[in-house]
């Protein structure tokens, strides 16, 4: 399986904040990567495919990039609704595997 | 705006079977343009993917799973499930189904769309 590890597991910041969290794939996954957001108690919501393609209603203060083994997700302008866990996910090869997650808390 | 409902039992006695099925609202789970997936979520394992299918398509599980997962669809009712037999308390977790948009065949854009999740915990 691929293992994906993410860094840091928790990060303190502030509203207004740039954030960047980095996710690193054990073996080449090209682009193959999604974000997610997890809010308490809810399910995940995709934020970002293929490496870098924003999904549709997401703010545009929300990027992603990267390729190969390592990517990372950059939050601009932190708002309150952001602080949440965040998760990568490759999607290259079965089985699909996520990363352990990223706390983002204020 | 498609949505995913899900149902079934909170509450499962070890060595059974695992039942949850995910109904299909604004969309047809008979679309040749998406897989449909099942995913847990434990708070030691964090997410684990389980498996995805397509209707009339092949499946693909997660190798740690596989001798123990089922997943069907009934288009009439157009919803899919998940079966997981010989349950223990290492299954307890959170969860979710949800959709996996597909381009010429390929998962293209992740999981875009996901259930509300269900709590099973497996106890005597």
């Known amino acids: 399986d691929i293992q994906m590890t993410q860094s840091p597991s928790t990060r303190s910041a502030s509203v207004g904040d740039r954030v960047t969290i980095t996710c690193r794939a054990s073996?080449?996954?090209?682009?193959?990567l999604a974000w997610y957001q997890q809010q308490p108690g809810k399910a995940p919501k995709l934020l970002i495919y293929?490496?870098?393609t924003l999904e549709s209603g997401v703010p545009s203060r929300f990027s992603g990039s990267g390729s190969g083994t390592e990517f990372t997700l950059t939050i601009n302008s932190l708002q309150p609704a952001d602080f949440a866990t965040y998760y990568c996910?490759?999607?290259?090869?079965?089985?699909?595997?996520f990363g352990q997650g990223t706390k983002l808390e204020i | 705006q498609l949505q995913l409902q899900q149902s079934g039992p909170g509450l499962v006695k070890p060595s059974e079977t695992l039942s949850l099925t995910c109904t299909v609202s604004?969309?047809?789970?008979?679309?040749?343009?998406?897989?449909w997936a099942w995913i847990r979520q434990t708070p030691g394992e964090g997410l684990e993917w389980i498996g995805s299918?397509?209707?009339?398509?092949?499946?693909n599980l997660n190798p740690s799973l596989k001798s123990r997962v089922a997943m069907s669809v009934d288009t009439s009712k157009n919803q899919f499930s998940l079966k997981l037999i010989s349950v223990t308390a290492a299954d307890t977790a959170v969860y979710y189904c949800?959709?996996?948009?597909?381009?010429?065949?390929?998962?293209?854009?992740?999981?875009?769309?996901w259930g509300q999740g269900t709590t099973v915990t497996v106890s005597s």
């Open positions: 949800a959709r996996q948009p597909t381009a010429a065949g390929i998962d293209y854009f992740g999981m875009d769309v």
């Open positions: 996910q490759q999607y290259s090869t079965y089985p699909y595997t």
């Open positions: 299918f397509s209707d009339g398509g092949s499946s």
């Open positions: 073996q080449s996954i090209s682009t193959w």
């Open positions: 293929k490496s870098s």
């Open positions: 604004g969309g047809s789970v008979s679309s040749s343009t998406y897989r």
